[in-house]
């Protein structure tokens, strides 16, 4: 999912810019959508959102997921781009043909491509018109604008998912659940500084989030820095365990939608499931409702604004903290 708008003029510059608006290197065995919003009168198109699934995914049921999500933003086309070695190319381009025909029914396929590598420069095939496109990756404008506003492009979704593996054991201290307001501003005065949380702020953090309204309280976090409270949220995650670290996770996909960051907070919330399994948690009722959220398109405002439902009033009488938020953050 992408949220900032970025001029592409040329399908080379689309392709090129996969990673950086996937925010990694899709491997081989990946089907990318970008789906197209057009602007009337003007002859150009806002790409909605970004999409990627493993090819063997390219089917039926994925192409209701892209479509349930392309009506909920009014998209009216679709790009379908094919990544696979050269050795698998045939097979590659006749899934993509059999999954753009499934979303032609729903939205104007607009261009059919097959890449056989996004993590260096390389040429891409337009699978309609046989017409043949040098694709850099490396000197993607797309990248270049992305990575100028703070933003990372990692080089698999396994690196992403290592941001929140499991570290050292920080365990929590008990003595800070019943008083939350304090830790609650210390948070947001290291993410307002964009800093990270000391083992002491963490350990504290992990005894207050496993209670709902303190966990609810955190999102307010987003507005003294989405990206700061992201890597605080990151940090408390990854040296918390059980509910803690579920609930650390939740609130780190969450940012990541709001950043536009479709990949990451998809990482974040398996992440958490895995969490719940593996510790025998609760299930979490908003990390299904979150799920649903990235799974149907939700634009990053609208996502933010779910988040940060509770006021600063209701959050001051719930904790004790006051969190009015910091103005000039994003």
């Known amino acids: ?6 001029t592409i003029r040329t399908a080379a510059d689309l392709l090129a810019g996969i990673p950086a608006l996937l925010g990694y290197v899709p491997a081989a065995g990946s089907a990318v959508v970008f789906a197209l919003r057009s602007e009337a009168g003007t ?34 086309g679709v790009i379908v781009v094919v990544v696979a070695d050269e050795a698998d190319m045939h097979d590659a381009i006749t899934t993509g043909k059999d999954f753009a025909d499934l979303l032609d029914q729903h939205a104007t396929v607009a261009g059919l491509f097959y890449v056989p590598t996004l993590a260096a ?7 309609r018109t046989l017409e043949t496109h040098p694709v850099d990756p490396t000197a993607s404008r797309v990248a270049v604008e992305q990575i100028a506003r703070g933003k990372r492009i990692d080089r698999s979704r396994a690196d992403i998912a290592r941001r929140f593996a499991r570290a050292d054991h920080i365990a929590a201290d008990d003595t800070a659940a019943t008083n939350p307001g304090p830790v609650l501003e210390e948070l947001a005065a290291v993410v307002c500084a964009d800093e990270l949380p000391d083992a002491r702020l963490i350990a504290r953090t992990a005894a207050i989030i496993t209670a709902v309204p303190v966990r609810d309280a955190m999102f307010r976090l987003a507005t003294y820095g989405t990206t700061a409270a992201l890597e ?3 940090a408390v995650a990854t040296h918390s365990r059980g509910q803690a670290r579920v609930n650390a996770l939740i609130l780190a996909g969450w940012l990541a939608h709001c950043s536009g960051n479709g990949a990451v907070t998809q990482i974040a919330y398996d992440a958490a499931d895995a969490e719940t399994v593996a510790t025998g948690t609760a299930r979490s009722h908003l990390l299904d409702l979150l799920r649903r959220a990235i799974d149907a398109g939700m634009t990053p405002t609208d996502v933010r604004s779910v988040g940060l439902a509770l006021d600063p009033d209701t959050i001051r009488a719930l904790t004790g903290a006051h969190l009015p938020g910091a103005p000039d953050r994003d």
């Open 232 to 234: 605080v949220a990151t």
């Open 43 to 76: 002859g150009r198109a806002t790409v909605a959102f970004t999409a990627r699934m493993d090819l063997d995914e390219a089917d039926a049921r994925g192409a209701a997921t892209i479509t349930d999500a392309a009506t909920r933003n009014a998209v009216d």
């Open 121 to 127: 420069p390389t040429t891409a095939l337009s699978v």
């Open 1 to 6: 999912m992408t949220q900032d708008r970025i």
